[in-house]
């Protein structure tokens, strides 16, 4: 694997005057990719079937002819205002039933069948002119699906799509009916004509329609991106991208990366801990300049599975954002250590957003490479640094992991549709089973829900995976090493019904949910030996082993050898100290790291990274704030 890094760039938004002279100062700070073109629509096409190629030409012509690969994005972000003149109805509707405008971006609906079509027209265009482009190595398909959420969509166009695919799943309303037990508060259908969104009812709408709402929503984004990615195989070699975002579980990732190449996403750790991220003030003050510890290295993990194995950031923060509550500015060598970060954990390519930063408009706060006036920004020093870096290390890929985490997208909506508790969240659930082994220094692999193989791990977690599909079910049955499944695992239907026999159906293992509870945040579940259960607790009885056990005598993990079920949400040192005994079972070697020092190992390096706002020792080797430092294994 070659690592490379490069830019995010808007040739429109310059003179083109000014091409030349960008292209050569990113070849000298030693950039290799361009990613261009994805926000261009107006440009491209300002009048229906008025197409104008000509700047676009030379702008990759100047791009490539400098010595860059030009990834080409398509422009459906952003449709242009005859568009909405054309479509009135393309516009998303929130679930207040407000139409939102157009003014900005990301103004399209995933259900408006004729926007797909629309939207396959330029992408077939751009194919037909590009695709055999020497100068375009990659293609990004849109950008940011879900951004500004716009997945969900409670439009007439999203309820004539959502009716159409009850009735193709469903084939009757009586087969519906009974799925969803609408004869509770007599919510039957006799036509599916009649199911409407599940929006501005006057309590909440039934679970299971909320969830098959999600999962349509989910099918749009797929056929969405689908669609594009055909158009542009019948006419290009280049491998598909799209730049997927931070602690997004609207739609199903795995299903999207299915159509494409590469998983990209947009890294900003700064922006990311102040909109998304929980933590203390205390925590959040302390990683005020550098983002929380562990939320990249999820990512990177995660995308890396949903690219099968290839994984990019297109978007890495550089500076200060525009968007988040407060854009504090980045460590001086944050820069650096988050391109390492990526590429520890298997990512080819890290561009930084963007070259130059813009004077105008609604991004014209958000910092790039270089300032406004085209003078160096503080992090094209770091990006320079990392290029010199890259003769000091191999092009080798991660290391393997003995330790998966599965994480499913639909059991994220079952949970958002029903919480049970208000602070219960899947992400939220995984990203807690994540930190703690990322705390224990191991190298980590995330698995989608339909995994087949766990025969190359020792230990894995399921937390809150709602149906267990039948591949897992069967891998766990030969699994030599440990499965750790649970809390809210295999406890519902497809459907989000209790099943007839209480769950979870483990394999050979003797363990029933009796009770659940949610608890709220001044409350907690004391364990035997200290430590403690927060947010959930699940009664749990049957003939299993007790592995460990609440304060008052009720279980709190039970199971087998290899596989065991956990009954509640662990804070952080409950957590740690679970895991750090499994792993003593399996002989996992684990580490006690400081607080904000982490580790990742490739195939002959181990990387070290300190988040801390200070310098800390790792052996001999004192590593400052926002260094990085590594050593062959």
Partial sequence: MKRTLGVCYYPEHWPETEWAADAAEMVAAGLTWVRIGEFAWSRMEAEPGVLTWDWLDRAIATLGN???????????????????????????????????????????????????????????????????????????????????????????????????????????????NRAWGNVFWSMDYDTFDQIELPNLTVTEPNHPHQLAFRQHSSDQVVAFNKVQAGAIRAHSDAPLIHNYMGRITTFDHWKVGADLDIASWDSY?????????????????????????????????????????????????????????????????????????????????????????????????????????????????????????FDLMPDVGTAAASVALVFDYESAWAWDVQPQGADFEMFRLACAAYRTLRRAGLNIDILPPDVADLSTYKLVLAPGIMTLSDNLRNALTTFEGIALIGPRSDTKTRELAIPDVLGPNLPNVD??????????????????????????????????????????????????????????????????????????????????????????????????????????????????????HWEAL
């Fill in 511 to 628: 363990v029933t949910v009796s009770l659940t509870e949610s608890i709220p945040p001044n409350a907690k579940v004391k364990l035997q030996g200290g430590g403690r259960f927060l947010h959930w607790f699940e009664h749990l009885i049957g003939t299993a082993q007790v592995h460990l056990s609440t304060k008052d005598g009720q279980p709190a993990i039970m199971g087998e050898d290899n596989i065991r079920y956990l009954a509640g949400w662990p804070d952080d040192a409950t957590f740690d100290a679970i895991i750090g005994g499994l792993c003593d079972t399996l002989d996992i070697t684990t580490y006690s790291l400081p607080d904000g020092l982490r580790i990742r190992d490739t195939d002959t390096h181990r990387f070290i990274f300190n988040y801390a706002p200070k310098a800390q020792s790792w052996g001999d080797v004192i590593i400052p704030a926002a260094g990085v």
């Fill in 66 to 176: 400098a010595g860059l690969k030009v990834v080409l994005g398509t422009p459906t972000a952003t449709p242009p205002r005859w568009m909405v003149d054309k479509h009135p109805d393309i516009l998303p509707v929130d679930a207040n039933g407000n139409t939102r405008k157009f003014g900005s971006r990301r103004h399209y609906d995933f259900s408006h069948l004729p926007y797909r079509d629309e939207s396959k027209r330029i992408a077939t265009l751009m194919a037909e002119r590009y695709g055999k482009n020497p100068h375009v190595a990659a293609w990004q398909i849109d950008n940011e699906y879900d951004c500004h959420d716009t997945t969900l969509s409670y439009s007439e166009a999203a309820k004539r799509g959502f009716q159409d695919w009850l009735a193709q799943k469903y084939q009757s309303t009586v087969a519906l």
């Fill in 269 to 389: 750790p700064i922006g990311f801990l102040s909109d998304r991220i929980e933590g203390t003030p205390k925590e959040k003050l302390k990683f005020l300049r550098q983002g929380h510890p562990d939320n990249q290295a999820f990512h990177h993990d995660l995308y890396r599975a949903v690219g099968r194995g290839r994984m990019w950031v297109m978007e890495q923060q550089p500076g200060p954002v525009n968007w988040a509550p407060y854009n504090p500015a980045p460590l001086p060598g944050m820069a650096r250590l988050w391109a390492w970060e990526a590429f520890a954990h298997g990512a080819e390519t890290v561009c930084y957003f963007r070259w130059r930063q813009a004077p105008f408009a609604q991004e014209q706060m958000h910092a790039g490479l270089l300032r406004p006036d085209r003078a160096p920004a503080p992090a094209l020093a770091e990006a320079r640094q990392v290029v010199d870096e």
